[in-house]
């Protein structure tokens, strides 16, 4: 990784704290409450607003927005839809969640729909990047079954064909842009133990690039690299998913910008 590369993502993090960017967050029932608290943590503003009636005129008020596809309804779709002209429309970012968009028939055409909508960024564990890709994942529910070395070079062609970011996160994330990539390493093996973190990152992407609307690759990064350094400091001194949960909290609130430059956490791929 090259300094500036760093630099970029320790500069992004203050910025984003310095700005406490308005996110719009159209997530699902048991993220919500967790991915408030992750945005309020990190220095952002969350707004969970998903009715078609409002959401697409609130998403021209916010800085960004996140759609989290793990609770479907036709109801919610359209607010999805909604939300995505109106964060268009006004020039805002806006950031997909395909949650296990492969297991039923609906949710595989709705995921490929809002695709079709042109997100910033995408953002998936393995197994959805792959099978977003037209591949066969191993995945079950919202839980990866596929290493995130096996999704890169999905990524890859998601993100050349669909000229977005995408971001495939695990044990070490993977992000490209299609031209280039880079591996996030760091987090804790308890991350995944507790509900609802990986649909909480996705919302945090969403307020990095709310604040670096022109360069949503460096944001998506420094949004993991936040991810991953707070991942480590929760894991000191915790006894479960419990006790890790409060202090994963805690170190958002508290990290540190260089704590995103510790050692090799940004690599190139």
Not at 72 to 78: A, E, Q, R, Y
């Amino acid at each position: 990784m090259t300094p500036q590369r760093t630099a970029g993502a320790a500069e992004l993090h203050a910025r984003m704290q310095r700005s406490a960017p308005l996110v719009h967050c159209i997530t699902n029932y048991v993220a919500m409450n967790v991915a408030a608290n992750v945005l309020l943590a990190a220095g952002a503003s969350p707004a969970m607003v998903h009715a078609e009636e409002e959401a697409g005129e609130f998403a021209g008020l916010a800085g960004a927005l996140t759609v989290n596809i793990g609770t479907l309804s036709p109801g919610w779709v359209g607010g999805m839809k909604a939300a995505i002209a109106g964060a268009t429309a006004a020039g805002r970012p806006w950031v997909l969640d395909p949650v296990a968009h492969f297991a039923t028939g609906y949710r595989r055409r709705v995921a490929a729909e809002l695709l079709a909508l042109g997100p910033t960024v995408v953002r998936g564990n393995a197994s959805e990047i792959i099978a977003l890709d037209g591949g066969t994942s191993a995945g079950q529910g919202a839980d990866a079954g596929d290493p995130v070395e096996q999704a890169e070079e999905a990524a890859r062609r998601l993100a050349q064909r669909h000229a977005t970011v995408v971001a495939v996160t695990g044990p070490v994330d993977f992000v490209t842009d299609g031209a280039q990539a880079v591996r996030i390493s760091g987090g804790s093996a308890l991350m995944p133990k507790v509900t609802a973190l990986g649909c909480s990152l996705t919302c945090l992407v969403g307020a990095f690039t709310a604040v670096a609307a022109d360069a949503p690759f460096e944001a998506t990064v420094a949004a993991l690299a936040t991810f991953a350094a707070a991942g480590e400091a929760a894991e000191r001194g915790a006894e479960g998913p419990g006790s890790f949960a409060m202090r994963f909290l805690d170190a958002l609130h508290g990290l540190e910008a260089r704590a995103l430059e510790a050692g090799e956490r940004i690599r190139p791929a």
